[in-house]
């Protein structure tokens, strides 16, 4: 095992991992940049160096620094967390050549699947399901008619040259194909000076599924659930959960199978997520994989059991994994993803956290760096904390949440806190009729209702 | 960044003991308080090397988490450390732009670059701070005279950390 691990990183991750190496007797380095010396971990590791000043690129991205720290401090590994340099392989690489272990996969499947068309390729070899459409520039219409055909509608038609949402378009049946392609050209080619439209199986009401995979040093590949992550706003997870009220064990085996087969395909080592967008028809679709630890790994320990972060440390320093294919899932977690910001305007809340009182009690976890008197520095991300509410059924987990966020105190700044409480309250997220269109579907639902009461008034 | 409390403690502080003035950073902020005639307070945010938590009788320390024992790293020590010392006197620090290891001499065998008293001028080598195999010579970036030197030979050093107090001149 390891006698002292870096950890680059910061904040509530930076934490986690000082607590995962306590636990196993490994003395922990932080890193930080001057805006961090007053962080949690910085107090709580056992040596702190500071690396440079708050910019990301001169502190937590200065690969030279982390290095040099990791040479002064005489650390023989080195945690990347998630974000910053977690999937960066060179800086992977790098830390082999100065004879530091990296805990994660190696740069190889840090690579390929970096790479979303190599990762594509990759899974489409084992089989596994890749949401289906024409690779290149349809030529014609009656390209457009055989890829759609071979498809399945709904399809949407995309401009190459367009992107950010515009250009697209979605076309419900075959009938209805041969205006909305000639439209769609004529569009793209006005907007963007390009008219070449490419085709996509549209999913009416995805779910975000991702599954944990985690494979050790002897080959050995698992997976260990799923967790449904669909609440989001452009493209942030706020509320995740493990299991996902879609999966039968039969699909969760399914998918679960597809999981482990691209990250065996991949050689993959450590901690790894693939995820999926499953359909309302119960088909699922490959979007990416994540070669790192991810924020919502807590929902997953809870139900599991398990430690993933010292699983981390474990498989790095060369043990093999004793955990069984397919564990199932105990009970039910949700997480809130509770961010610093202003909880109309989204923007983020930086600033002197006057007041700090998260909640406890039966089932309720609490992952953060925030304490009373934190300043929350302006140059990161704006995660607060993760609160994770556990129970026998999905039915007590919202309830020990909605109590947890009801009792969670924090003042001086703004927090998100407010919109997990309408979130949980909302009736389909009740009813567990999730999709990546719930966040869009809930502000909307909000503005139409505020609407209507002023116009009344 | 501090409260208006806390600058305003400051403000006492540089009035009541006469001072020239004193200069705080923490977290990015930096708090600049001149004294004699009259102290003026400037506020800026250049996210610029801090110092370490200065030894001023203002309370810096994280609350103790709850649940857990207090921080093991002292944060406010009851006297000035040496470094916060030198600069309410006035004296430039020249802090480490670099994490590595602290050498005062070119090579082992070698003289060092300077010694206390030694007469320096801007662009001047003081020191090596080595990483990774990469000897980074340190230049001056005053005319002064070398008051002190803070780090032992060889010592690892991190970013912003205070190598020499320099009697500008």
């Known amino acids: 095992m390891f006698k002292k691990v870096l950890i680059a990183n910061r904040g509530e991750i930076a934490l986690r991992i000082v607590q995962a190496c306590r636990e196993l007797n490994i003395e922990t380095v932080a890193v930080h940049s001057t805006a961090d010396d007053d962080s949690l971990h910085v107090t709580y590791a056992d040596e702190a160096i500071c690396i440079g000043p708050p910019p990301s690129n001169q502190s937590y991205l200065n690969v030279s620094s982390i290095i040099a720290a990791a040479e002064v401090t005489g650390a023989d590994a080195v945690h990347p967390g998630y974000g910053f340099l977690a999937e960066n392989a060179a800086f992977a690489e790098v830390l082999g050549e100065c004879n530091l272990a990296w805990i994660g996969p190696s740069p190889e499947s840090i690579r390929m699947m970096g790479d979303k068309s190599k990762a594509r390729r990759a899974a489409a070899e084992v089989g596994v399901p890749v949401l289906p459409g024409s690779q290149e520039p349809l030529a014609d219409f009656s390209e457009a008619q055989s890829v759609a055909e071979k498809v399945g509608y709904p399809v949407i038609l995309k401009a190459s040259a367009g992107g950010g949402g515009r250009g697209m378009r979605i076309v419900q049946d075959r009938e209805s194909l041969e205006t909305q392609f000639s439209t769609a050209s004529e569009e793209a080619l006005k907007a963007f000076g390009d008219g070449s439209i490419y085709l996509e199986r549209f999913l009416v009401e995805p779910r975000h599924i991702e599954f944990q995979i985690f494979g050790d040093q002897f080959g050995n590949v698992v997976h260990l659930g799923e967790r449904e992550c669909s609440i989001q706003r452009r493209h942030q997870k706020l509320v995740e959960e493990a299991p996902s009220t879609a999966l039968t064990p039969a699909l969760r085996e399914e998918m679960g199978r597809a999981a482990v087969d691209l990250a065996t395909a991949a050689s993959y080592v450590n901690a790894g997520t693939v995820e999926f967008l499953l359909d309302h028809d119960g088909r699922f679709y490959f979007m990416e994989m994540n070669t790192r630890i991810q924020v919502e790994h807590p929902v997953t320990e809870i139900v599991t059991g398990l430690d993933l972060v010292k699983m981390q440390l474990e498989v790095a320093a060369g043990d093999r994994l004793t955990v069984p294919n397919g564990l199932t899932a105990r009970g039910h977690a949700i997480e809130c993803r509770i961010n610093a910001e202003d909880p109309d305007r989204f923007t983020p809340s930086p600033g002197a956290i006057t007041t700090f009182h998260p909640p406890g009690g039966p089932g309720i976890r609490v992952d953060t760096h925030a304490y009373e008197d934190y300043f929350i520095p302006p140059y990161y991300d704006s995660l607060l904390a993760k609160l994770i509410a556990f129970g026998q059924n999905r039915q007590e987990a919202i309830a020990r949440m909605e109590r947890a966020l009801d009792f969670f105190v924090v003042e001086g700044v703004g927090t998100s806190i407010p919109l997990h409480q309408r979130i949980l309250r909302d009736s389909r997220f009740r009813a567990g009729n999730l999709s990546t269109r719930f966040m869009e579907r809930l502000l909307e639902s909000e503005a139409n209702r505020s609407q209507s009461a002023a116009s009344s008034v | ?169």
């Open chain 2, 1 to 169: 960044m501090l409260t208006f409390e806390q600058i305003k403690e400051l403000i006492d502080l540089v009035s009541e003991r006469d001072l020239q003035g004193v200069e705080v950073e923490r977290s990015g902020f930096r708090v600049k308080i001149e004294g004699r005639p009259a102290p003026t307070v400037d506020t800026s945010t250049d996210g610029k090397v801090p110092a370490s938590i200065d030894g001023a009788p203002v309370s810096t320390t994280p609350a103790a988490p709850a649940g857990g024992t207090a921080p093991a790293v002292a944060e406010t020590p009851a006297e000035a450390s040496p470094e916060e010392a030198a600069d309410l006197e006035g004296l430039h620090l020249l802090r480490s732009p670099i994490v590595g290891t602290f050498y005062i001499s070119p090579s082992p065998d070698a003289d060092p670059y300077i010694r206390v008293g030694d007469r320096v001028k801007r662009g001047q080598v003081l020191c090596i701070v080595e990483a990774m195999k990469l000897m980074n010579e340190i230049e001056s970036d005053e005319d002064g005279v070398i008051e002190k030197v803070f780090p032992k030979n060889a010592q690892p050093v991190e970013y912003g950390e205070p190598l020499f107090a320099v009697r500008q001149e």
